[in-house]
Protein backbone atom coordinates (compact mmCIF):
# COMPACT_ATOMS: atom_id res chain seq x y z
CA UNK A 1 0.00 0.00 0.00
CA UNK A 2 1.05 3.79 -0.60
CA UNK A 3 0.91 4.34 3.28
CA UNK A 4 3.43 1.73 3.80
CA UNK A 5 5.66 2.76 1.34
CA UNK A 6 5.76 6.40 2.29
CA UNK A 7 6.10 5.28 5.54
CA UNK A 8 9.59 3.47 4.22
CA UNK A 9 10.38 5.97 2.18
CA UNK A 10 9.99 8.57 5.25
CA UNK A 11 12.24 6.21 7.25
CA UNK A 12 14.91 6.08 4.48
CA UNK A 13 15.03 9.87 4.11
CA UNK A 14 15.29 10.28 7.89
CA UNK A 15 18.15 7.79 8.15
CA UNK A 16 21.69 8.96 9.12
CA UNK A 17 23.25 6.97 6.00
CA UNK A 18 21.28 8.12 3.41
CA UNK A 19 23.31 11.25 2.68
CA UNK A 20 26.67 10.03 3.14
CA UNK A 21 25.76 7.24 1.00
CA UNK A 22 24.72 9.12 -2.24
CA UNK A 23 28.23 11.23 -1.29
CA UNK A 24 29.88 8.43 -1.15
CA UNK A 25 28.42 7.24 -4.55
CA UNK A 26 29.38 10.56 -6.00
CA UNK A 27 32.86 10.26 -4.98
CA UNK A 28 32.68 6.71 -6.96
CA UNK A 29 31.50 8.62 -10.13
CA UNK A 30 33.81 11.28 -9.60
CA UNK A 31 37.08 9.08 -9.92
CA UNK A 32 35.85 7.41 -13.44
CA UNK A 33 35.10 11.11 -14.22
CA UNK A 34 38.23 12.30 -14.09
CA UNK A 35 40.37 9.57 -15.16
CA UNK A 36 38.44 9.04 -18.19
CA UNK A 37 39.08 13.27 -18.68
CA UNK A 38 42.68 13.01 -18.09
CA UNK A 39 43.11 9.79 -20.53
CA UNK A 40 40.95 12.38 -23.02
CA UNK A 41 43.14 15.20 -22.86
CA UNK A 42 46.10 12.66 -23.04
CA UNK A 43 45.05 10.89 -25.99
CA UNK A 44 44.07 14.13 -27.57
CA UNK A 45 47.68 15.96 -26.91
CA UNK A 46 46.44 18.00 -24.37
CA UNK A 47 48.51 20.72 -21.86
CA UNK A 48 46.53 20.94 -18.77
CA UNK A 49 47.82 23.98 -17.22
CA UNK A 50 47.62 22.87 -13.20
CA UNK A 51 49.57 24.69 -9.76
CA UNK A 52 52.92 23.06 -9.21
CA UNK A 53 51.61 21.09 -6.51
CA UNK A 54 50.08 18.57 -8.59
CA UNK A 55 52.97 16.42 -10.19
CA UNK A 56 52.76 15.13 -13.63
CA UNK A 57 54.15 11.58 -13.28
CA UNK A 58 52.07 8.41 -11.83
CA UNK A 59 54.61 7.97 -9.21
CA UNK A 60 54.12 11.64 -7.73
CA UNK A 61 49.92 11.42 -8.04
CA UNK A 62 50.32 8.15 -6.19
CA UNK A 63 51.99 9.35 -3.72
CA UNK A 64 49.52 11.87 -2.97
CA UNK A 65 46.32 10.46 -3.08
CA UNK A 66 48.12 7.48 -1.18
CA UNK A 67 48.48 10.22 1.52
CA UNK A 68 45.20 11.55 1.25
CA UNK A 69 42.97 8.46 1.34
CA UNK A 70 44.96 7.40 4.71
CA UNK A 71 44.50 10.34 6.27
CA UNK A 72 40.85 10.07 4.96
CA UNK A 73 40.72 7.03 7.09
CA UNK A 74 41.95 8.67 10.24
CA UNK A 75 39.32 11.89 9.85
CA UNK A 76 36.28 9.38 9.54
CA UNK A 77 37.48 7.35 12.53
CA UNK A 78 37.92 10.72 14.24
CA UNK A 79 34.24 11.66 13.03
CA UNK A 80 32.68 8.89 14.38
CA UNK A 81 34.46 9.12 17.78
CA UNK A 82 33.11 12.57 18.28
CA UNK A 83 29.74 11.52 17.27
CA UNK A 84 29.56 8.37 19.58
CA UNK A 85 30.62 11.04 21.91
CA UNK A 86 28.05 13.65 21.27
CA UNK A 87 25.54 11.33 21.78
CA UNK A 88 26.23 9.69 24.47
CA UNK A 89 26.06 13.01 26.29
CA UNK A 90 22.60 14.33 24.85
CA UNK A 91 21.77 10.67 25.59
CA UNK A 92 22.39 10.99 29.33
CA UNK A 93 21.14 14.68 29.52
CA UNK A 94 18.12 15.14 26.92
CA UNK A 95 16.77 11.47 26.66
CA UNK A 96 18.12 8.38 24.34
CA UNK A 97 14.42 9.02 22.28
CA UNK A 98 15.67 12.07 20.76
CA UNK A 99 19.47 10.11 19.25
CA UNK A 100 16.80 10.35 16.22
CA UNK A 101 16.91 14.08 15.89
CA UNK A 102 20.20 14.64 16.66
CA UNK A 103 21.02 11.58 13.99
CA UNK A 104 19.26 13.50 11.30
CA UNK A 105 20.65 16.37 11.71
CA UNK A 106 22.14 17.00 7.60
CA UNK A 107 25.28 18.80 8.72
CA UNK A 108 26.89 16.30 10.38
CA UNK A 109 25.62 13.73 7.67
CA UNK A 110 27.19 15.92 5.02
CA UNK A 111 30.44 16.37 6.99
CA UNK A 112 30.59 12.41 6.84
CA UNK A 113 29.74 12.64 3.10
CA UNK A 114 32.35 14.83 2.11
CA UNK A 115 34.94 12.47 3.96
CA UNK A 116 34.01 9.27 2.03
CA UNK A 117 33.48 11.40 -1.27
CA UNK A 118 37.15 12.02 -0.80
CA UNK A 119 38.21 8.32 0.31
CA UNK A 120 36.17 6.84 -2.24
CA UNK A 121 37.84 9.14 -4.79
CA UNK A 122 41.03 8.85 -3.96
CA UNK A 123 40.64 4.83 -3.37
CA UNK A 124 39.73 4.79 -6.95
CA UNK A 125 41.77 6.77 -9.10
CA UNK A 126 44.57 4.70 -7.24
CA UNK A 127 43.25 1.47 -8.62
CA UNK A 128 43.25 2.95 -11.88
CA UNK A 129 46.60 4.08 -12.36
CA UNK A 130 47.85 0.46 -13.14
CA UNK A 131 45.61 0.58 -16.01
CA UNK A 132 47.63 3.85 -17.31
CA UNK A 133 49.68 4.25 -19.98
CA UNK A 134 52.97 5.85 -19.11
CA UNK A 135 52.32 8.40 -21.06
CA UNK A 136 49.18 9.30 -19.59
CA UNK A 137 49.06 12.27 -16.88
CA UNK A 138 46.19 11.90 -14.33
CA UNK A 139 46.72 15.76 -13.55
CA UNK A 140 43.07 16.25 -13.56
CA UNK A 141 42.27 13.32 -11.21
CA UNK A 142 45.69 13.97 -8.62
CA UNK A 143 44.30 18.01 -8.39
CA UNK A 144 40.84 16.59 -7.45
CA UNK A 145 41.77 14.30 -4.93
CA UNK A 146 44.14 16.78 -3.15
CA UNK A 147 40.93 19.59 -3.74
CA UNK A 148 39.06 17.00 -1.53
CA UNK A 149 42.01 16.55 0.88
CA UNK A 150 42.54 20.22 1.66
CA UNK A 151 38.09 20.96 2.01
CA UNK A 152 38.26 17.81 4.10
CA UNK A 153 40.75 19.62 6.61
CA UNK A 154 38.47 22.92 6.61
CA UNK A 155 34.98 20.55 7.27
CA UNK A 156 36.57 18.61 9.78
CA UNK A 157 37.14 21.63 11.83
CA UNK A 158 33.20 22.87 11.26
CA UNK A 159 32.41 19.41 12.31
CA UNK A 160 34.19 19.60 15.58
CA UNK A 161 32.37 23.29 16.11
CA UNK A 162 29.32 21.81 14.69
CA UNK A 163 28.98 18.91 16.87
CA UNK A 164 29.91 20.71 20.27
CA UNK A 165 27.14 23.58 19.76
CA UNK A 166 24.70 20.65 19.07
CA UNK A 167 24.75 19.35 22.53
CA UNK A 168 23.95 22.65 23.74
CA UNK A 169 20.50 22.64 25.29
CA UNK A 170 19.10 25.43 23.42
CA UNK A 171 20.69 24.02 20.18
CA UNK A 172 18.68 20.39 20.56
CA UNK A 173 15.27 22.42 21.75
CA UNK A 174 15.88 23.96 18.25
CA UNK A 175 16.07 20.51 16.43
CA UNK A 176 13.53 18.84 18.51
CA UNK A 177 10.89 22.04 17.97
CA UNK A 178 12.12 21.85 13.71
CA UNK A 179 11.07 18.24 13.81
CA UNK A 180 7.69 19.38 15.56
CA UNK A 181 6.95 22.41 13.29
CA UNK A 182 7.44 20.17 9.65
CA UNK A 183 5.05 17.49 11.62
CA UNK A 184 2.59 19.83 12.10
CA UNK A 185 3.00 21.35 8.34
CA UNK A 186 2.98 17.80 7.12
CA UNK A 187 0.24 16.68 9.08
CA UNK A 188 -2.04 19.51 8.92
CA UNK A 189 -1.31 22.15 5.94
CA UNK A 190 -4.69 24.02 5.46
CA UNK A 191 -3.68 27.09 7.42
CA UNK A 192 -5.83 30.08 7.86
CA UNK A 193 -4.83 33.40 8.49
CA UNK A 194 -5.04 34.92 11.94
CA UNK A 195 -7.24 37.92 10.35
CA UNK A 196 -9.52 35.22 8.14
CA UNK A 197 -10.13 33.10 11.64
CA UNK A 198 -11.00 36.20 13.79
CA UNK A 199 -13.17 37.76 11.21
CA UNK A 200 -14.83 34.72 10.92
CA UNK A 201 -15.41 34.90 15.14
CA UNK A 202 -16.30 38.34 15.18
CA UNK A 203 -18.96 37.56 12.69
CA UNK A 204 -20.46 34.51 14.34
CA UNK A 205 -20.57 36.70 17.73
CA UNK A 206 -22.51 39.44 16.03
CA UNK A 207 -24.90 37.45 14.28
CA UNK A 208 -28.37 38.09 15.05
CA UNK A 209 -30.43 35.50 13.13
CA UNK A 210 -29.57 31.87 14.74
CA UNK A 211 -29.06 29.83 11.83
CA UNK A 212 -30.01 26.01 12.88
CA UNK A 213 -27.01 24.39 13.64
CA UNK A 214 -25.36 21.52 11.13
CA UNK A 215 -26.40 17.81 12.97
CA UNK A 216 -22.99 16.05 13.91
CA UNK A 217 -22.85 13.03 12.29
CA UNK A 218 -23.25 9.70 14.00
CA UNK A 219 -23.21 6.23 13.93
CA UNK A 220 -26.07 3.79 13.67
CA UNK A 221 -28.46 3.31 16.61
CA UNK A 222 -27.75 -0.24 16.84
CA UNK A 223 -24.28 -0.09 16.02
CA UNK A 224 -22.92 -1.13 19.41
CA UNK A 225 -25.16 -4.46 19.30
CA UNK A 226 -24.53 -5.61 15.48
CA UNK A 227 -20.88 -4.46 15.04
CA UNK A 228 -18.25 -7.12 14.89
CA UNK A 229 -14.38 -6.34 16.29
CA UNK A 230 -11.57 -6.92 14.79
CA UNK A 231 -8.14 -7.41 16.68
CA UNK A 232 -5.09 -7.28 16.03
CA UNK A 233 -3.12 -10.37 15.26
CA UNK A 234 0.48 -8.86 16.36
CA UNK A 235 1.70 -6.22 18.91
CA UNK A 236 3.83 -2.75 18.42
CA UNK A 237 3.09 0.79 18.53
CA UNK A 238 0.85 2.19 15.39
CA UNK A 239 3.15 4.25 12.82
CA UNK A 240 1.19 4.90 10.13
CA UNK A 241 -2.68 4.05 9.37
CA UNK A 242 -4.21 4.50 5.68
CA UNK A 243 -6.96 6.07 6.49
CA UNK A 244 -8.60 6.02 2.37
CA UNK A 245 -7.45 2.69 2.41
CA UNK A 246 -10.45 2.23 5.29
CA UNK A 247 -12.54 4.37 3.99
CA UNK A 248 -12.42 2.79 0.30
CA UNK A 249 -12.74 -0.71 2.37
CA UNK A 250 -16.58 0.76 3.65
CA UNK A 251 -17.50 2.06 1.14
CA UNK A 252 -16.88 -0.87 -1.07
CA UNK A 253 -18.70 -3.52 1.62
CA UNK A 254 -21.59 -0.96 1.96
CA UNK A 255 -20.85 -0.64 6.00
CA UNK A 256 -19.94 1.27 8.60
CA UNK A 257 -15.95 0.98 10.51
CA UNK A 258 -15.27 2.31 13.75
CA UNK A 259 -11.55 2.56 14.08
CA UNK A 260 -10.56 2.23 17.64
CA UNK A 261 -6.76 3.31 17.08
CA UNK A 262 -4.45 5.88 15.87
CA UNK A 263 -0.66 6.52 15.09
CA UNK A 264 1.21 6.41 18.16
CA UNK A 265 -1.30 3.84 20.34
CA UNK A 266 0.09 0.86 21.25
CA UNK A 267 -1.85 -2.38 20.55
CA UNK A 268 -1.53 -5.47 22.07
CA UNK A 269 -1.84 -8.90 20.02
CA UNK A 270 -5.78 -9.53 20.44
CA UNK A 271 -5.95 -6.08 20.83
CA UNK A 272 -9.33 -4.29 19.54
CA UNK A 273 -8.53 -1.91 16.52
CA UNK A 274 -11.59 -1.86 14.66
CA UNK A 275 -15.67 -2.08 14.58
CA UNK A 276 -17.20 -3.13 11.98
CA UNK A 277 -21.06 -2.52 11.06
CA UNK A 278 -23.21 -4.71 10.37
CA UNK A 279 -22.01 -7.81 11.86
CA UNK A 280 -23.03 -9.94 8.95
CA UNK A 281 -21.35 -8.18 6.24
CA UNK A 282 -18.20 -9.29 8.27
CA UNK A 283 -16.12 -11.61 7.07
CA UNK A 284 -12.45 -12.63 6.98
CA UNK A 285 -11.15 -10.65 4.23
CA UNK A 286 -12.43 -7.30 5.67
CA UNK A 287 -10.84 -8.03 8.84
CA UNK A 288 -7.32 -8.70 6.91
CA UNK A 289 -7.33 -5.43 4.46
CA UNK A 290 -8.50 -3.52 7.70
CA UNK A 291 -5.26 -4.76 9.78
CA UNK A 292 -3.22 -4.25 6.58
CA UNK A 293 -4.35 -0.92 6.60
CA UNK A 294 -2.04 -0.23 10.03
CA UNK A 295 1.57 -0.16 9.96
CA UNK A 296 3.06 -1.51 13.27
CA UNK A 297 6.51 -1.21 14.36
CA UNK A 298 8.69 -1.71 17.40
CA UNK A 299 8.53 2.30 18.34
CA UNK A 300 6.82 5.22 17.58
CA UNK A 301 7.37 7.39 15.19
CA UNK A 302 6.94 10.97 13.47
CA UNK A 303 5.73 10.17 9.74
CA UNK A 304 1.97 10.43 11.32
CA UNK A 305 2.13 10.94 15.23
CA UNK A 306 1.82 14.47 16.41
CA UNK A 307 1.86 13.71 19.77
CA UNK A 308 5.28 12.03 20.05
CA UNK A 309 6.33 15.06 18.19
CA UNK A 310 5.07 16.94 21.12
CA UNK A 311 6.08 14.31 23.44
CA UNK A 312 10.00 14.84 22.58
CA UNK A 313 10.12 18.56 23.26
CA UNK A 314 8.26 17.76 26.62
CA UNK A 315 10.96 14.98 27.82
CA UNK A 316 13.69 17.57 27.22
CA UNK A 317 11.76 19.50 30.15
CA UNK A 318 11.01 16.87 32.25
CA UNK A 319 14.26 15.89 32.45
CA UNK A 320 15.46 19.41 32.98
CA UNK A 321 13.02 19.83 35.87
CA UNK A 322 14.51 16.66 37.79
CA UNK A 323 15.87 16.80 40.80
CA UNK A 324 19.58 15.59 38.97
CA UNK A 325 19.80 18.42 36.62
CA UNK A 326 17.15 20.81 37.91
CA UNK A 327 17.27 23.68 35.27
CA UNK A 328 13.93 25.58 35.35
CA UNK A 329 15.70 27.58 32.34
CA UNK A 330 15.75 24.77 29.81
CA UNK A 331 12.39 23.64 30.59
CA UNK A 332 11.15 27.36 30.41
CA UNK A 333 12.71 27.19 26.75
CA UNK A 334 10.83 24.09 26.07
CA UNK A 335 7.54 25.65 27.05
CA UNK A 336 7.79 28.60 24.74
CA UNK A 337 8.26 26.07 21.95
CA UNK A 338 5.37 24.56 23.04
CA UNK A 339 3.02 27.79 23.13
CA UNK A 340 5.04 28.33 19.53
CA UNK A 341 3.82 24.82 18.14
CA UNK A 342 0.14 25.08 19.70
CA UNK A 343 -0.34 28.60 18.58
CA UNK A 344 0.34 27.34 14.66
CA UNK A 345 -1.89 24.66 15.25
CA UNK A 346 -4.71 26.58 16.72
CA UNK A 347 -5.01 28.17 13.48
CA UNK A 348 -5.05 24.62 11.01
CA UNK A 349 -7.86 22.53 10.08
CA UNK A 350 -7.10 19.31 12.38
CA UNK A 351 -9.72 17.83 10.19
CA UNK A 352 -13.04 15.45 11.23
CA UNK A 353 -12.94 11.96 12.26
CA UNK A 354 -15.44 11.42 10.23
CA UNK A 355 -15.70 9.77 6.58
CA UNK A 356 -19.01 9.88 4.58
CA UNK A 357 -20.69 9.19 0.99
CA UNK A 358 -21.71 11.18 -1.47
CA UNK A 359 -25.10 10.27 -0.25
CA UNK A 360 -24.00 12.24 3.50
CA UNK A 361 -24.37 8.65 5.22
CA UNK A 362 -21.47 7.69 7.52
CA UNK A 363 -18.65 5.53 6.45
CA UNK A 364 -15.73 5.84 9.03
CA UNK A 365 -15.53 6.83 12.55
CA UNK A 366 -11.61 7.70 13.30
CA UNK A 367 -9.75 7.72 16.23
CA UNK A 368 -8.60 12.01 16.01
CA UNK A 369 -5.75 13.86 17.40
CA UNK A 370 -7.50 17.14 18.66
CA UNK A 371 -6.47 20.57 19.98
CA UNK A 372 -7.41 19.69 23.32
CA UNK A 373 -5.46 16.26 23.15
CA UNK A 374 -2.28 18.46 21.85
CA UNK A 375 -2.53 21.23 24.83
CA UNK A 376 -2.83 18.25 27.60
CA UNK A 377 -0.02 16.20 25.89
CA UNK A 378 2.09 19.20 26.04
CA UNK A 379 1.40 20.63 29.57
CA UNK A 380 0.60 17.97 31.77
CA UNK A 381 3.87 15.62 32.75
CA UNK A 382 5.75 19.28 32.75
CA UNK A 383 2.92 20.85 35.22
CA UNK A 384 3.74 17.66 37.58
CA UNK A 385 7.21 17.61 37.45
CA UNK A 386 7.79 21.01 38.30
CA UNK A 387 7.66 20.78 42.58
CA UNK A 388 10.83 21.85 42.44
CA UNK A 389 10.66 24.73 40.06
CA UNK A 390 7.48 26.85 40.30
CA UNK A 391 8.65 29.12 38.64
CA UNK A 392 8.33 27.18 35.34
CA UNK A 393 4.50 27.01 36.15
CA UNK A 394 3.98 30.18 36.16
CA UNK A 395 5.92 31.27 32.82
CA UNK A 396 3.26 28.29 31.78
CA UNK A 397 0.51 30.82 32.61
CA UNK A 398 1.66 33.13 30.61
CA UNK A 399 2.58 31.22 27.62
CA UNK A 400 -1.13 30.00 28.25
CA UNK A 401 -2.32 33.75 27.52
CA UNK A 402 -0.49 34.05 24.61
CA UNK A 403 -1.98 31.00 23.11
CA UNK A 404 -5.67 31.68 24.30
CA UNK A 405 -4.91 35.56 22.46
CA UNK A 406 -4.60 33.67 18.96
CA UNK A 407 -6.56 30.60 19.51
CA UNK A 408 -10.08 31.46 17.23
CA UNK A 409 -12.52 28.88 18.55
CA UNK A 410 -14.21 29.04 21.85
CA UNK A 411 -13.49 25.76 22.36
CA UNK A 412 -10.08 25.70 21.87
CA UNK A 413 -9.60 28.92 24.57
CA UNK A 414 -11.89 26.54 27.20
CA UNK A 415 -9.34 24.01 27.16
CA UNK A 416 -6.64 26.36 27.42
CA UNK A 417 -8.20 28.06 30.51
CA UNK A 418 -8.90 24.47 32.09
CA UNK A 419 -5.29 23.77 31.81
CA UNK A 420 -4.30 26.88 33.48
CA UNK A 421 -6.39 26.36 36.74
CA UNK A 422 -4.51 23.26 36.63
CA UNK A 423 -1.22 24.91 36.97
CA UNK A 424 -2.58 27.87 39.46
CA UNK A 425 -3.85 24.73 41.98
CA UNK A 426 -0.41 22.62 41.78
CA UNK A 427 1.41 26.16 42.23
CA UNK A 428 -1.09 27.38 45.27
CA UNK A 429 -0.12 23.86 46.59
CA UNK A 430 3.51 24.51 46.11
CA UNK A 431 4.18 28.18 46.17
CA UNK A 432 5.02 28.95 50.32
CA UNK A 433 4.64 32.62 49.99
CA UNK A 434 1.40 35.08 49.50
CA UNK A 435 3.11 37.07 47.05
CA UNK A 436 3.86 34.58 44.93
CA UNK A 437 0.67 33.32 44.97
CA UNK A 438 -1.00 36.42 44.64
CA UNK A 439 0.94 36.71 41.38
CA UNK A 440 -0.37 33.63 39.97
CA UNK A 441 -3.56 34.29 40.75
CA UNK A 442 -3.31 37.46 38.67
CA UNK A 443 -1.94 35.59 35.79
CA UNK A 444 -4.85 33.05 35.86
CA UNK A 445 -7.41 35.95 35.91
CA UNK A 446 -5.60 37.48 32.98
CA UNK A 447 -5.81 33.82 31.14
CA UNK A 448 -9.50 34.11 31.93
CA UNK A 449 -10.36 37.55 30.63
CA UNK A 450 -8.35 37.23 27.45
CA UNK A 451 -10.28 33.19 27.01
CA UNK A 452 -13.47 35.36 27.45
CA UNK A 453 -12.94 37.46 24.64
CA UNK A 454 -10.60 41.01 26.37
CA UNK A 455 -8.16 41.60 24.98
CA UNK A 456 -4.31 41.42 26.61
CA UNK A 457 -3.38 43.95 29.27
Request: aromatic residues 8%; hydrophobic residues 45%; proline residues 4%.
Amino acid sequence: MITRLTNFAYKLLGSFWLIPTAMAILGALSAHVFISLDILFSDMGYDISIPPLVGKSLEGGQATLSTVASSMVSVVSVTFSVTIVALTMASSQFGPRLLGTILRDRRSQACLGVFLLTYLHCLLVLRSFDALSPDTEPRLSVAMGLTLGVLSFFVLIYFIQHVALSIKADQVIALVFDDLRENIERLYPLEYSLDELHQETRALNHEQVEEEPQPEPSLPKDFSKQAHMVRSRTSGYVQAMDNEWVVGVAEYRDMVVRMLVRPGDFIMAGGRIAEVWPYEKFDQDVAYKLRNSIVLGSDRTLYQDLEYAILQLVEVAVRALSPGINDPHTAIACVDRLGVALADLARRDMGSPWRLNKDGRVRVQFKPFTFEGAVEASFHKIRQAMVTAPTVGIHMLDVLVAIADVAPKQEQRDGLLEQGRMVLSALERVLGEENDIADSQSRFQKLRRVVHGAPVA
